[in-house]
């Protein structure tokens, strides 16, 4: 008796959601920005992690593709090292109630607040030809998604933090009216090593939409390329190794070698001393192309075992299913649906 009420008596896991869309390959950016984070977080929260493919259709997909990268990023996801008997990975299309709870949600959502958010903005400037609804009403799938797992805690990129603000303001809203259904969720954002920028670009982040695919990382590519992209990658034009406001393409890197390492910028600074920029680029591309030679080896693994990554996709689907079916329920009926 005693041990059941100290079970009861401990709190629960805080619960995690997070996503990737399946638009492109997966880059370093992805990994050392999102993933890498996502495996350490296992350990002390619930962990949701999603693929999100019906975020990936707002700008044109070739299907054939869209289907293989939905594939290949749970089998990553994998390689990186989120358990599935701990996480529940999923693919978004899988899960109903994504789709459903986002119709509910845009009714509380003013055009106003969507007409603000600087991706779409950004989007409907790069897809002129294509600004379509779903572009515009992302962010309210978003919110669906982070909402219906009553997740506490959304690792996300900086760029995503507006988002995460628009789903707080429309969860408070809506409990506002109804009482407490939606827990109200915190964007996690780390400081460092949060943002990988573009190899090519360093003004901007390392993007797998970029149509060049020397501005990125691919996390699957080999190790080769990878030691070449980072020779060629963009620098400025003093040779100094130091991290300084202005210095994007030394600092980039520099931030990609302390990732691996872990070695702080000074430490980086004092190693590099008195080397010119071709000693560093060859070190940072040694270190980057050994650090993902662990998750190269299991992703060829992995991909090979179609089996094994679809019934990952069938019992995270199934997990995420009910999960999302209690809140969706809850949503319906205070909102006044008629339940038979
Ligand atoms: N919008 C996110 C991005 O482009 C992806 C995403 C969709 C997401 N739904 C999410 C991230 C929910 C975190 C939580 O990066």
Same mark, same amino acid.
């Given at each position: ?7 009861a008596?401990?709190?629960?896991k805080?619960?995690?959601?997070s ?8 880059? +370093? ?6 993933i =890498?984070?996502?495996? @350490? %977080?296992? $350990? /002390? ?40 008997e ?21 009714c ?22 294509n ?16 909402l219906?797992y009553?997740?506490? +805690? ?6 995503? =933090?507006q988002?995460? @603000? %628009?789903? $707080? /303001?429309?969860?408070l809203?809506?409990?506002?009216v ?29 993007s ?18 990878t030691i070449?992209?980072i ?9 100094v ?6 210095k ?16 702080s ?17 060859a ?8 650090g ?7 992703y ?6 179609k ?13 995420a ?6 809140t ?13």
């Open positions: 008796m005693d041990e059941v009420k100290d079970l008596a401990q709190p629960l805080k619960r995690i959601f996503g990737i869309q399946p638009s492109g390959i997966i880059t +370093l950016g992805n990994y050392i920005g999102a =890498k984070n996502w495996v @350490e %977080l296992q $350990r /002390d929260y619930e962990c949701l992690y999603c693929v999100v493919d019906l975020h990936a259709i707002t700008v044109r997909q070739e299907p054939a593709e869209l289907r293989r990268r939905t594939f290949e990023a749970i089998a990553l996801y994998v390689a990186c090292g989120i358990d599935p701990k996480s529940t990975i999923f693919v978004q299309s899988h899960v109903p109630a994504h789709a459903e709870l986002a119709w509910v949600l845009g509380y959502t003013g055009f106003g607040e969507l007409s603000r958010m600087t991706q779409f903005k950004d989007k409907s400037q790069k897809h002129s030809d600004i379509n609804s779903g572009l515009f009403t992302y962010p309210v799938l978003m919110a669906s998604d982070i219906l009553q997740a506490n +805690l959304v690792p996300v990129g900086i760029d995503q =933090k988002h995460i @603000e %628009l789903t $707080r /303001d429309v969860a809203r809506f409990n506002s109804y009482g407490d259904v939606f827990t109200i969720p915190e964007p996690y954002i780390k400081e460092t090593g949060m943002k990988i920028n573009s190899l090519t670009d360093p003004t901007k982040k390392m797998k939409s970029d149509p060049n695919p020397s501005s990125y990382i691919a996390v699957i590519e080999n190790r080769d390329d070449r992209k020779k060629r990658a963009v620098t400025d034009s003093d040779s190794i130091k991290h300084a406001p202005g994007d393409g030394i600092n980039n890197l520099m931030s990609i070698y302390s990732c691996f390492t872990g070695k910028f000074e430490e980086i600074e004092k190693e590099f001393a008195g080397k010119g920029y071709g000693d560093f680029k070190a940072v591309g040694e270190t980057c192309a050994d993902l030679e662990n998750v190269r080896s299991e060829a693994r992995l991909i090979k075992d089996a094994y990554i679809e019934s990952i996709m069938k019992s995270g689907a199934e997990k299913f009910y999960m999302s079916r209690k969706l329920s809850k949503v319906y009926k205070k909102v006044g649906f008629y339940h038979v």
